[in-house]
């Protein structure tokens, strides 16, 4: 079976990179790889990584790859050590139930100060998970009890920050949000296909 995503990728089709005209950039990537350097413009992080290993082998074999991964730590442990190297001043991570705690664990690591929110995705009262945000400034904004997609909305609309960064973009809700505020992003993404989502998005925007 093959997912197309609306067939976003025949009209706007990414082999690589793609750089938007505000210098906003974004690159097919394995997170497993090296960290491109671009990443490291971000000073607001937002991620929604796969939540555990059944969905990320998911996720490799909607990108048509046949690789597939045995052990969920390892991911997570990339996925926050690509996190130190951005460096950003806040950073916000999305994960469910399953790894809630290692996530904050991992959070507390890098965060002096570091809250989670009861969350869901969409706009499901059923579909729960959890927003986690650490910053080295103590701030805790009041976003307990809203949908994912709506906190992204709020974070690209009020969080103070130059550029943000998502390290897993799927179809782009942070760099399409960002673009909406005049915001600069950059993000990697395993899936071309979901990428070119974001630039048909931002193109038909105009
Ligand atoms: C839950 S989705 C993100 C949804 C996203 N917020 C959006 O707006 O569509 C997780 C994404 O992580 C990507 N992903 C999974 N493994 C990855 C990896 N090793 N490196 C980079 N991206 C990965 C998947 O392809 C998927 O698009």
């Avoid at 790859?65 to 806040?90: M, T």
Wanted: charged share 30%; glycine share 6%; with cysteine.
């Amino acid at each position: 079976m093959q997912y197309n995503y609306g067939d976003a990728y025949l009209e706007y089709p990414i082999e690589d990179e793609y750089t938007f005209d505000d210098g906003s950039r974004i690159k097919v990537h394995d997170i497993f790889k090296p960290l491109p350097e671009f990443m490291k413009q971000a000073d607001l992080v937002f991620v929604d990584p796969p939540w555990n290993l059944g969905n990320i082998n998911t996720f490799y074999m909607k990108a048509e790859q046949d690789h597939r991964l045995d052990d969920f730590e390892a991911f997570y442990i990339r996925l926050f050590e690509c996190i130190r190297e951005i460096r950003p001043r806040v950073c916000y991570v999305e994960v469910g139930k399953q790894y809630m705690p290692y996530f904050y664990m991992q959070m507390k690591k890098q965060f002096k100060y570091v809250t989670f929110y009861n969350s869901t995705y969409y706009h499901s009262k059923d579909k729960l998970c959890y927003v986690i945000r650490g910053s080295n400034k103590a701030k805790k904004p009041s976003l307990d009890g809203m949908d994912e997609e709506s906190i992204i909305e709020w974070i690209c609309e009020n969080e103070d920050y130059d550029c943000i960064a998502d390290l897993c973009m799927g179809q782009g809700l942070v760099g399409l949000n960002a673009w909406k505020n005049g915001k600069r992003f950059v993000g990697t993404e395993l899936n071309p296909k979901r990428l070119s989502v974001l630039i048909k998005k931002i193109k038909q925007a105009g």
